[in-house]
């Protein structure tokens, strides 16, 4: 089970600057272990604590984020990305090369939330629960945020297993999870 980011392990700027050269290499070789590819155009990035504290302390690095009401701001934000027990949480990047393509496909993509699913083990497909905040009426956003609340069967039959599955009228496609995704998520909605 993934915890959340407590205040007291977010560094002050300059201590994370002098952090950062030797933690940074780390994390992206993490988020590369969790990353998953559906289609030519869909990545899943599934999130746990260290990812989630990663992008807190870069944002606090970035947008020279010092008072502390406004870091627990940015953790209250991204600890939503952190899942439920039984749980995963992504951040799902819709990619296309050009603006002009990204712009027609934020479009073609309306309807996205319906037609996500994440299958563990042989058991039937859950299916995603986007952050509607990232949608609007005529367009998605290039950056959603995805929960599949699996519970405790699915979780344990993610060991055998698993699949993301995209069955959008514009876009279909599917991934199985292998190697050191596999691996990531499991340890992920262990208990």
């Known amino acids: 089970m993934v915890q959340p980011v407590a205040f007291e392990e977010i560094r002050n700027i300059a201590d994370y600057e002098i952090e950062r050269s030797d933690w940074r290499p780390q994390v992206m070789a993490l988020k590369d272990r969790r990353r998953v590819r559906v289609g030519g155009h869909l990545t899943f990035l599934f999130e746990n604590h260290d990812t ?39 951040s799902l990047l819709i990619e296309y090369d050009s603006p002009e393509e990204r712009t027609v496909w934020l479009r073609e993509l309306l309807g996205l939330e319906d037609h996500v699913w994440f299958q563990a083990g042989g058991l039937p497909p859950v299916k995603a629960r986007f952050d509607t905040r990232q949608i609007a ?11 599949f609340d699996l519970g405790a069967e699915r979780a344990a039959a993610l060991s055998g297993g698993g699949r ?28």
């Open 137 to 147: 009426s005529d367009r998605i956003s290039s950056v959603q945020y995805v929960k």
């Open 164 to 191: 993301l599955i995209v069955d959008h009228p514009r876009y279909t496609a599917s991934t199985e999870l292998t190697g050191d995704a596999l691996t990531e998520l499991v340890a992920d909605v262990r208990p």
């Open 52 to 90: 989630v504290r990663y992008q807190v302390q870069e944002m606090m690095r970035i947008e020279r984020i010092v008072r502390e009401r406004d870091i627990r701001h940015e953790l209250e934000t991204y600890n939503e990305l952190i899942p439920a027990p039984y749980g995963l949480c992504a």
